[in-house]
């Protein structure tokens, strides 16, 4: 799996107020943020094929994310 662009990962660090952020906090936020959003993905498709449709909407992921 992929994940996200590094840079972004720690820029989300560092507006939580971290000075300094080292690589290995970058690629295990990464880890678990890849993951969750997966988790969610997953879930959201599950909820809209129960619905009748093929498009995953804003509702879906909205709903998956209180799972």
Not at 29 to 44: D, F, S, W
Request: aromatic share 2%.
């Amino acid at each position: 799996m992929a994940g996200f662009a590094r840079a972004r990962i720690e820029k989300v660090i560092r507006d939580a107020g971290a000075h300094r952020v080292s690589a290995g906090a970058i690629d295990r936020l990464n880890e678990i943020v890849t993951n969750k959003g997966m988790e969610i993905a997953k879930y959201a498709v599950e909820i809209a094929r129960h619905s009748g449709r093929k498009t995953v909407k804003e509702s879906d992921i909205k709903l998956a994310a209180t799972k």
